[in-house]
């Protein structure tokens, strides 16, 4: 056991002193890209894959490594994050035939920022465990605008003896980093707060669109509900009414953001867990249905916060 244990710290120790060796890096899309960039100012030299080759041109552009998988990821790498659409999409990218457990380190430190069900997060540590490695969950809060500031919210979940380690690279790419517990609190963190997301984003577009209609400004109806007692970060950072504020999707035909498949999605992952525990969720229930309401009737691509402009259309909802 003192052997074991003494093998273990020096694992953790030349990970800590590792510092700017290369971090491995899946998945380029509209948050991962950002995230990835953040690492690259920051000086570590950058492997990356991405399922779409195109998506990892400007990478190499910034003289990072392109790979044809993750497991030659995980060849070159031995500190990986992926930041992928959803749970089939992770457990492929660690376990499939060209996965990252095909060619892990022992002793890499596998860090997820997908948002996905706490129960797959507890099965990839266990199978990375089996090989020698660390899996921590570390899904993020604060959107594309916050990924290209650098300046998200990561919650992350596994071992604590670990989490410095994280910390390092995460810091690169937020300014808040929590520790939430064992592997898969971080996942529910996520979940939690995106269901109250989605519940406020629908309250906020509610009212906006009552307002109007009660022949209130837009604007002005704004102003007051963020300077009263009804103020949330939908209403005053996040505002999803055209005109209200500049720079948010809202602003530009609800293009960019969070879309509205990814926010149904988490809702899903919500009620899933809702269901396990057998805790009632009658708003994050109805929140769910509206943004597969949405999703049917074309605006799956469309930013969350469009769900304004679908209760407009939908006078008889």
């Known amino acids: ?79 990986i994050i992926t930041m992928l659409p959803s749970s089939p999409h992770a457990k492929e990218v660690y376990t499939g035939a060209n996965g990252i457990l095909k060619k892990v380190k022992k002793g890499s430190l596998l860090i997820d920022s997908s948002t996905i069900d706490p129960a797959v997060s507890k099965e990839l540590a266990k199978a990375a465990e089996k090989m020698g490695a660390v899996f921590m969950d570390a899904p993020v809060s604060g959107g594309v605008g916050a990924a290209r500031a650098g300046n998200l919210t990561f919650m992350v979940g596994g071992v604590e003896q670990e989490f410095n380690a994280a910390k390092e690279l995460l810091t690169c790419m937020g300014s808040n980093v929590v520790y939430c517990g064992e592997v898969g609190t971080g996942q529910a963190a996520k979940i939690c707060n995106n269901m109250l997301l989605a519940i406020s984003m629908i309250g906020t577009a509610e009212a906006m669109n009552l307002g109007i209609r009660l022949g209130l400004d837009p604007k002005l109806l704004a102003k007051i509900l963020n ?91």
């Open 1 to 79: 056991m003192i052997l074991l244990n003494l093998t273990y710290w020096k694992t953790v120790c030349s990970r800590t002193m590792a510092s700017k060796t290369p971090v491995g890096f899946i998945g380029l899309g509209n948050m991962g890209n950002p995230m990835a960039k953040n690492l690259v100012k920051h000086g570590y030299p950058v492997i990356v894959y991405d399922v779409f080759p195109e998506a990892c041109k400007e990478f190499q552009d910034l003289g990072a490594q392109v790979t044809e998988s993750p497991a030659d990821v995980a060849d070159r790498a031995d500190r």
């Open 227 to 317: 300077m009263s007692s009804g103020r949330c970060w939908s209403s005053d950072t996040y505002n999803p009414v055209p005109g209200v504020m500049e720079g948010v999707p809202s602003a530009n035909n609800y293009q960019g953001g969070f879309g509205t498949t990814l926010m149904a999605k988490d809702l899903g992952l919500a009620q899933i867990s809702a269901t396990n525990t057998k805790t009632p969720v009658p708003l994050g229930s109805q929140a769910h249905q509206i943004y597969r309401m949405m999703c049917a009737k074309g605006y799956a691509l469309k930013d969350f916060s469009a769900v304004f402009q679908f209760l407009r259309e939908e006078e008889n909802l």
